[in-house]
């Protein structure tokens, strides 16, 4: 069975990569969010198959760097882990360190562009673009700022 780590900071971008759910019983699924009241639920829903990331805000900067610099780590941990085949994320910052380090150890990553971003880049794809194995875009609009996307529509 493949080893798959579905990963996404919270809010959108989890609610985005949650309708993907239905693939979790496909493999061998681990899911990575940050912790937070809104997403205690998925330890329940999923259980043994949900690990925490730190949950920050780039508006708290002090805080941010040492959560940045402790999810990296954790990052590290969760990727020896786990050794994941596959990556899958809709983003952002939480994802970026777990996909690099996944990708060094021969994972396939494969991130799906939020659907909030309709023109314009962001940081976590701009990073994450040129190590996916599949980029994969909700707006044809995006085509022309990711070369390497696919347009696949909404996922909603």
């Known amino acids: ?25 496909l493999f061998n699924t681990t899911l990575i969010t940050e912790n937070g009241e809104a ?14 990331l730190f949950f920050g805000s780039r508006q708290h ?8 610099i402790a ?4 990052s590290l941990i969760y990727v020896l882990s786990f050794r994941p085949q596959y ?11 777990f996909c690099y380090l996944a990708k060094l150890l021969g994972a396939k990553v494969i991130y799906i562009e939020t659907y909030a971003n309709v023109e314009k880049t962001n940081i976590s794809g701009k990073l994450i673009h040129p190590i996916a194995d599949l ?9 022309k700022v990711y070369p390497k996307a696919k347009y696949v529509g909404k996922v909603y």
Do not use: C, D
């Open 135 to 143: 980029y994969l875009v909700q707006w044809e609009s995006l085509l």
């Open 1 to 25: 069975m493949k080893r798959v780590v579905f990963i996404a900071s919270t809010g959108g971008h989890l609610n985005e990569l949650l309708q993907f759910k239905s693939l979790f019983e």
């Open 71 to 74: 999810n990296a780590l954790l």
């Open 61 to 68: 900067l002090f805080s941010y760097i040492f959560k940045f």
């Open 39 to 52: 997403t205690k639920y998925l330890k329940k829903t999923y259980p043994g198959h949900v690990h925490y």
């Open 87 to 97: 990556v899958v994320s809709t983003g952002t910052h939480t994802a970026v360190v």
